[in-house]
Every structure is written in C-alpha cells, then in structure tokens.
C-alpha cells in the first residue's frame, strides 16, 4: 500500500482561501487525486496531477512535489458550502488503485 | 446515464451472519474497487477487480471475500460478520488509465450487532 498523510481539521473564513496538505509515501506512484465528500454521500473527483507544479482550475487548485511525497489543494474565495471533508489519494501503478488519505475537514466561517 | 449502484442502502446484520454487499455498475469499466470508511481511517480499500473473473486483495482483505461474475457486478461477501465490520462501505468503478476518475456508488451503511 501507500502511506498517504493528512490533517484531520482545517478552518478558514468566507472569502478567503485555504489550503489542504497531504504528504505521502510510496512504493509506486502514478499520480495524486483529490476529491471532495460531503457528510453522508460519496467521494465526489475534484482534480488529478501527476507532473510537479501547480495546476490552475479556478475555484480549486492543485500543487505537487514528488521529490518532496507533496501536494497541496487550494481552494479561493471560499464559501460556505465548500465546507466538506476533502480527500487526497495517491495512484498505484498497476489496476489504478487509489490509496486515500484520512481526509481533512474544512469548516469554513462566515 | 452511466452510473455505480450499491445495494442495500443500509443493513443490519446479526454477529455470525452472512452479508452480501452488491454493486452494479453501467460505466463499462474494467476495474471495480471495494473501499470501507472509518473516521479517522478514510478510505481503506478492501478488495479490487480488473476485469470479470478476477479479484485481488487490497489493504484490508481479512475476513471479507469478493465476488466479480461479470463486468457490470462486483459483490463484498461477510461470510461471518463481526461487529468491527461495521461501517460504510463504498464500490467504486474505474478505467485502467491513470488519469481517468473514479466513479462511487452512494455507499452502504452496514450494522453488525
């Protein structure tokens, strides 16, 4: 498997940003995905990066290291309803499994 | 629409019994996934697939078989339940290609007394 670390609680105001860190370490690595979970629903994708740098898709960005096992996402001009658990899972080479991290809760205040 | 359906939605299952978690899928895709979720644990993945007939062990396999009789189902089987399997259990479906995105299911909440 990969060890796939996160910060259990994040916290930030409307209208502002946050960030979401994940570490990792791995056997294998084929590339980092990150998805959002509401409470009681599924996993829903939010972006994929397998190349290092940062990746712009507006309201959510995307950062990784691979020298460093680092990723971050980045969320701007937050809203309330961005308040979620947000999930980072790292890509194995063979069949694409996906290990999760824990996830990390994001409560965003007005 | 293409989507991952998960059945039943929630169970209550007796110490000692058989569970069946069932997943349908309509993405024609060659994997499927059977991950459990915990808090403070996330996603664990129990048992995966790569095509009919096949099934291979995940991270947590132990006491749980699956069962993948066609591309489109893929099952989780309890042969004796415990009450530390209980939790939400989520089937997932995917391509091969690195860059493609899952697909859940809505999950199964399964209680074992």
């Known amino acids: 498997g990969q060890g796939v670390e996160q910060p259990d609680n994040l916290m930030s105001v409307e209208g502002t940003f946050a960030r979401v860190n994940c570490t990792y370490s791995?056997?294998?690595?084929?590339?980092l995905s990150w998805y959002q979970q509401r409470e009681g629903h599924a996993p829903v994708f939010l972006s994929y990066v397998v190349l290092d740098g940062l990746k712009d898709s507006g309201h959510f960005s995307t950062f990784l290291s691979r020298s460093n096992g680092y990723s971050y996402l980045l969320l701007t001009e937050l809203q309330i309803k961005d308040s979620a658990s947000y999930l980072c899972?790292?890509?194995?080479?063979?069949?694409?499994?996906?290990?999760f991290g824990s996830g990390t809760k994001l409560t965003v205040e007005p | 629409e293409a989507a991952v359906t998960q059945s039943p939605r929630n169970k209550v299952a007796v110490t000692g019994g058989k569970v069946t978690l069932s997943c349908n899928q309509t993405n024609n895709h060659n994997n499927m996934y059977w991950y459990r979720q915990d808090t403070g644990h996330g996603l664990r993945l129990i048992h995966y697939s790569y095509g009919a007939g096949s099934t291979e062990k995940g991270d947590i396999p132990d006491g749980y078989k699956a069962s993948r009789p066609s591309q489109e189902n893929f099952s989780l089987i309890l042969e004796l339940a415990t009450p530390s399997q209980t939790s939400v259990y989520f089937c997932a479906s995917g391509l091969r290609q690195p860059n493609s995105d899952y697909t859940f299911g809505s999950g199964t909440r399964l209680l074992v007394i």
């Open positions: 899972a790292v890509r194995e080479p063979n069949y694409n499994v996906l290990y």
């Open positions: 791995t056997s294998g690595f084929n590339g």
